[in-house]
């Protein structure tokens, strides 16, 4: 059910309960008024009934001013007067003046009528006959009256909730037209056009959502400008990779080998130094071992696997600490983690990887600190990186290449990337990435 129709019909059911129990209210109160209204007119009706005869009763009135005297009381609110003629039936003498008026619906009159008293009285005439009369209270003109303000009532209930009705409706519209422009907002960042933005709103709370949206669609225009430069960057490093690796294998591998079968043709001549051939062909195929390791190393470092995270790690620094013997590099290393997944041990020897490149590169350190340790043993197991290096710091704002691929890898384990540089203190970068235990496969 759509918003609009789940709002009208709880305000259909509120009104029909509001109609009900207002309703049965009114006719409970008119009942209440009409029965004292009428009692009271009728005990008063009586009294002066009680009065006027009683001031006649010393002398025989004839038909003509006992007629006269039940006239004049006949025309008090809620009251009926009947005389019994000599058949001892009812006659109805004195006919009412609104006759005419429209009475109320018969089923109200039977909800607010309850019982209602009556009196019989005798008047001796002069000529000694004897007349009965018998009054009644007659509620008519109450419950005509009750109706008509029941009917006023309910109609201007009626308005009211029509107005508030109109109202609701009214404001709904208006925010339902802003939730369809939130929905289309939300449709065009589904679809990728992060440029539109969503317009201001009146209300507060739409505008804060379209706030929030607009926010959204720039984080993720930001997020896909990135990633499809880091596309193109992992692109250009593989053809740049390939390049060297081809230009490796033809300088390094070709000439090697060219050199091997040209020595191997020159030993079968007589009179050549087979030793000194032999001692240069193992000199070429050590030199042709250590270029084989050094790209192996490159493209993917074998010694993970067996030997471990703690092993392939250190290895890594001593080549660095070779390769730069005025970088001081201190590594920290908790064996706890040799038990991690292959899969995160990879990340987590790239990205210190990554950070020992990126400090040769840029820093201008003299000294970096690597702690790779294990926290949260009990409730979240977790790696945790800590780099820290004392160069220059301050150029790089976390958004190179190098770092976007470190914090790419680390979010795509579920874990969390800090990068903080600051001028004249260097580059400290921290990695909280979650434990995954080793499968019987690895």
Request: charged fraction near 25%.
């Amino acid at each position: 059910m759509s918003l609009r129709g789940l709002i009208n019909s709880r305000i259909l059911f509120s009104v029909i309960i509001i109609i009900i129990v207002g309703g049965l209210l009114t006719i409970w109160q008119a009942r209440h008024s009409v029965e004292r209204e009428v009692n009271s007119s009728f005990n008063l009706a009586l009294q002066m009934i009680d009065l006027g005869f009683s001031h006649l009763s010393r002398t025989s009135m004839t038909e003509y001013e006992w007629l006269q005297q039940i006239s004049a009381i006949q025309h008090t609110r809620h009251l009926h007067i009947s005389i019994l003629n000599e058949d001892n039936e009812e006659v109805e003498w004195f006919v009412s003046d609104n006759v005419d008026e429209e009475l109320p619906p018969e089923w109200f009159q039977r909800a607010v009528k309850t019982t209602y008293p009556f009196s019989n009285y005798d008047i001796k005439l002069a000529d000694g006959r004897v007349k009965k009369i018998i009054v009644r209270a007659d509620p008519m003109d109450e419950i005509a009256e009750a109706w008509e303000e029941s009917e006023s009532y309910f109609w201007s209930v009626m308005t009211m909730i029509a107005v508030i009705f109109l109202a609701i409706n009214f404001v709904f519209n208006s925010m339902l037209q802003n939730v369809r422009t939130i929905v289309v907002g939300l449709r065009r960042v589904e679809s990728g056009q992060y440029g539109r933005k969503l317009p201001p709103f009146k209300i507060s709370e739409f505008d804060a959502i379209a706030t929030e949206i607009n926010h959204l669609s720039d984080a993720l225009k930001v997020a896909k400008e990135n990633n499809q430069a880091l596309a193109r960057h992992t692109m250009q490093i593989q053809e740049s990779e390939r390049r060297n690796l081809s230009r490796e294998l033809h300088d390094e591998m070709g000439q090697s080998l060219t050199a091997i079968k040209a020595m191997s043709t020159a030993i079968r001549q007589p009179g050549t130094d087979v030793a000194k051939i032999s001692d240069s062909i193992a000199e070429i195929c050590n030199h042709l071992a250590g270029v084989v390791r050094s790209m192996m190393r490159t493209l993917h470092p074998l010694s993970l696997a067996d030997l471990g995270l703690g092993a392939t790690l250190a290895d890594l620094v001593n080549e660095w600490r070779r390769r730069h013997p005025d970088l001081v590099i201190k590594l920290d290393y908790d064996d706890r983690l040799d038990d991690i997944s292959h899969e995160l041990a990879i990340h987590v020897y790239r990205i210190a990887q990554e950070c020992l490149t990126n400090v040769v590169r840029h820093a201008n350190a003299t000294e970096v600190t690597l702690l790779i340790r294990q926290e949260g043993e009990h409730t979240s197991p977790r790696v945790v990186m800590r780099i820290r290096d004392n160069g220059q710091g301050g150029e790089s704002s976390g958004h190179g290449f190098g770092v976007l691929a470190m914090r790419e890898r680390v979010e795509n384990m579920g874990g969390r990337f800090r990068f903080e540089s600051e001028a004249g203190k260097g580059v400290n970068v921290s990695v909280w990435m979650p434990i995954i235990e080793k499968t019987e496969n690895e």
